[in-house]
């Protein structure tokens, strides 16, 4: 039961440079998202999905965008990626709210640098 | 829009004391979800405990349990026993019940909180 899977796990940029965060969910969840985090700040959200076909900014989506390809899949891309980017970057997946479990299943993450 | 504020950044305990976590958070909205998750160096985010914000019962898992208190938006963990294995960053979160889909979640900061043998 693979759960949320994101590739790649470690990635170094230049600036400047653009890349695409994958994420999968296998467990036919509805909800998707991408977050970032930063020491001492948590995790923060930049964008989510919250069904097939629709997505939504965040709390810190400047930089980024996002395209929710099908129901499994929800990438993250950086089109020129900037030192301000260095972070480590989750995706996430959960039930729709509507029925009424909204735990979130999260991905082992991506460590990301800009040099 | 919702805040979480966790206020103890780090905390320290001996193995097989009981230590208390805390946590307050902000919103308007009556239906939502309140959870705290753990994320120890590997880095994996591991759901401890959930609550339902219209269940006045507190939630308990095995070591783990939570005092609600809702009027005062306050949403502390307990953990009895503690292990060495409990060393991580714990976060809470919250997460408005939309009905149209999930909003993505809120969280605090988090609190480091290393089990000392």
């Known amino acids: 039961n693979a759960g949320v899977t994101q590739t790649p796990k470690f990635q170094v940029l230049k600036t400047g440079q653009s890349m695409t965060l994958q994420c999968a969910q296998d467990?036919?969840?509805?909800?998707m998202y991408w977050y970032r985090q930063d020491p001492g700040m948590g995790l923060r959200l930049i964008y989510y999905?919250?069904?097939?076909?629709?997505?939504d900014k965040g709390e810190v989506p400047n930089g980024y965008n996002v395209s929710r390809l099908n129901k499994r899949e929800f990438s993250l891309r950086l089109e020129s990626a900037a030192p301000s980017q260095t972070s480590v970057y989750f995706c996430?997946?959960?039930?729709?709210?509507?029925?009424?479990?909204?735990?979130?299943?999260f991905g082992q993450g991506t460590r990301l640098t800009v040099v | 829009a919702q805040t979480v504020t966790q206020s103890q950044p780090e905390m320290s305990v001996q193995e097989a004391e009981t230590v208390t976590l805390s946590c307050t958070y902000d919103?308007?909205?009556?239906?939502?979800?309140l959870f705290w998750y753990k994320q120890p160096p590997s880095r994996q985010m591991i759901l401890v405990i959930r609550?339902?914000?219209?269940?006045?019962q507190n939630a308990t898992e095995n070591r783990f349990s939570v005092n609600f208190q809702k009027a005062a938006k306050s949403f502390s963990l307990k953990i009895s026993d503690s292990q060495l294995g409990d060393t991580a960053m714990y976060f809470c979160?919250?997460?408005?019940?939309?009905?149209?889909?999930?909003?993505?979640?809120?969280f605090g900061k988090g609190t480091h909180l290393i089990i000392q043998p």
């Open positions: 467990m036919n969840h509805n909800s």
């Open positions: 996430a997946s959960s039930v729709t709210a509507g029925a009424g479990n909204t735990e979130a299943f």
């Open positions: 999905s919250a069904s097939e076909g629709t997505t």
């Open positions: 919103t308007s909205e009556n239906n939502y979800y």
């Open positions: 979160a919250f997460v408005q019940y939309s009905g149209g889909g999930a909003d993505g979640l809120t």
């Open positions: 609550q339902e914000a219209y269940k006045q």
